[in-house]
């Protein structure tokens, strides 16, 4: 498990990243923020277009500015909203650099925005019966990340 410094860490910057939020549709901001196995944090915020259907969700955005870094392994992801869920597409993407043990926190701010209801759960377990790189044979050995990472 992540340390409580880490994990307050990751709220803070999922906190901050929702209020860059660019929502003028749907007027429901969504912050997030990953954790990498290099401790470092990167965080996203959704982003709409007039388009609707082009919008980014808050967790693809933070995921794909790690990967920029080469921030491949996921230790813990966060996102913070109202009534915080990631949808099933972003399970399906953060489930791609995920291990058996990457953590998830979902991060409630609609009782109180200073007092979030935080609840701890685990990427895996959020996404049953996922498309799995290795199972589709689309992989044919685990990514560099997840070698000796038992299953
Ligand atoms: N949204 C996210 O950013 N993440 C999710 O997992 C759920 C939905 C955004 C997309 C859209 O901008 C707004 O929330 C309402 O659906």
């Known amino acids: 498990m992540i ?3 880490q994990v ?3 709220v803070a910057a999922a906190l901050a990243a929702r ?3 660019y929502c003028p549709y749907s007027r429901y901001p969504v912050g997030a923020a990953v954790l990498t196995s290099s401790g470092r944090i990167f965080a996203g ?3 709409e277009n007039a388009s609707y259907g082009l919008t980014l969700c808050a967790e693809r955005v933070a995921m794909a500015s790690a990967i920029v870094r080469r921030q491949t392994e996921l230790k813990a992801a ?3 909203g109202q009534g ?6 972003c399970r399906q993407f953060l489930f791609e650099f995920s291990t058996p043990k990457t953590e998830l926190y979902l991060v409630d701010v609609s009782q109180n925005e200073t007092r979030p209801k935080i609840t701890r759960g685990l990427v895996r377990k959020m996404l049953p019966w996922p498309f799995d790189p ?8 685990p990514p560099k990340y997840l070698q000796g990472v038992s299953k």
């Open 3 to 5: 340390s409580r410094r």
């Open 45 to 47: 915020c959704n982003v």
């Open 78 to 80: 966060c996102i913070v």
């Open 134 to 141: 290795l199972a589709s044979g689309l992989l044919s050995r």
């Open 84 to 89: 915080a869920r990631p949808c099933g597409a």
């Open 8 to 10: 307050q860490r990751l």
């Open 19 to 21: 209020r860059n939020a």
